[in-house]
């Protein structure tokens, strides 16, 4: 081998692999902004690996369009909804196998990292005891910080808060509880040690328990100039209708999971029973509550199914959104 070539191969051994993971599901339109906004870092991704959740055939054929050619892309085709958790699961799991990276960057398919997010989330590489770097949120739609996915956790890991009430009593560097999986860089050595995330979670609270299991020895730093876009839930209460009961059902589920799995002792009896008396509370909400009409009944359901399965520890895809009507 010359001389030249050895050069360029320990060279290319010394560069960091970046992989991007995005977990998609029947929405190829967002995908192509997020795709764009990975693509235009100023920091080269090695590997954007996309996860796709059994879309229906018309976002599939517009995703492998959108990839076609594109030998930085490696699509994962799944025979079956995995939801965001088992996406997730699944896709870090084949980047480890397949590229062993010294960092995931891993996010939705409705976020979109400007430019610089991702050079300026390594700038910070060096920073002590680091479990992951997590980036400030922008809401795209509503034009506002997404403070709430940026967690203080409190109460036995019973309640998920926002850690600022705004950006302004922010310093460049914040250390915080949890995160959610918009645009957090994981270093590859924390993710051999932590695992993957659970993708018997299905959906709800599974990026809340993977960094809350990585700030139980490290430490997790939102990085304030690092910004990241990325869609809005809708403030009406037209999103909230009775077709949306089942994400009740995994938030309860998963929240006593949770708490169940970071407490010891009398700390996850107190746990288990505040969570309970936040599923009483649901319960008697579903009575009262006007407007609800025969489905009353089913929002009932889901909440005592919920916190039954949290309690017995029963995961994965239990409620099937499409066979609740």
């Known amino acids: 081998m010359e001389h030249r070539e050895v050069m360029e191969e320990l060279k290319q051994s010394r560069e960091e692999t970046i992989i991007a993971v995005t977990v998609t599901y029947n929405r190829a339109h967002t995908l192509r902004k997020t795709l764009s906004a990975l693509e235009g870092q100023t920091v080269q991704i090695n590997k954007i690996i996309i996860v796709d959740n059994h879309s229906n055939e018309e976002n599939r054929r517009e995703i492998a369009a959108l990839t076609e050619g594109k030998a930085n892309i490696d699509v994962l085709w799944m025979e079956e909804n995995l939801g965001g958790a088992g996406g997730f699961e699944y896709g870090m799991r084949y980047g480890q196998e397949k590229y062993d990276p010294q960092w995931y960057w891993i996010m939705d398919d409705d976020a979109y990292p400007r430019n610089d997010c991702l050079e ?47 950006v302004e009593e922010m310093r460049s560097v914040e250390e915080i509880d949890a995160d959610a999986f918009v645009g957090t860089l994981f270093p590859g050595d924390i993710v051999k040690q932590a695992g993957f995330p659970d993708g018997g979670m299905f959906i709800y609270g599974d990026d809340t328990e993977y960094t809350t299991r990585i700030r139980q020895k490290y430490k997790i730093y939102l990085i304030k100039d690092a910004v990241i876009e990325h869609n809005d839930p809708p403030r009406t209460s037209a999103g909230f209708g009775p077709e949306t009961y089942w994400k009740l059902y995994y938030t309860i589920r998963n929240k006593l999971l949770i708490a169940k799995k970071y407490n010891r002792g009398w ?57 609740l009507f």
């Open 120 to 166: 300026k989330l390594l700038h910070h590489k060096g920073l002590d005891h680091l479990g992951c770097l997590a980036p400030l949120i922008w809401g795209a739609d509503w034009r506002e910080y997404q403070l709430y996915h940026h967690k203080s956790i409190r109460r036995f890991h019973t309640i998920d808060q926002a850690k600022f009430s705004s």
């Open 267 to 323: 700390r996850k009896i107190a746990a288990v029973w505040l969570l309970m008396g936040q599923s009483i509370w649901q319960v008697g909400y579903s009575l009262v509550r006007k407007g609800l009409g025969r489905h009353r009944f089913l929002r009932m359901r889901l909440v005592v199914k919920g916190t039954w399965d949290g309690l017995t520890g029963k995961k994965g895809k239990t409620v099937e959104p499409k066979k």
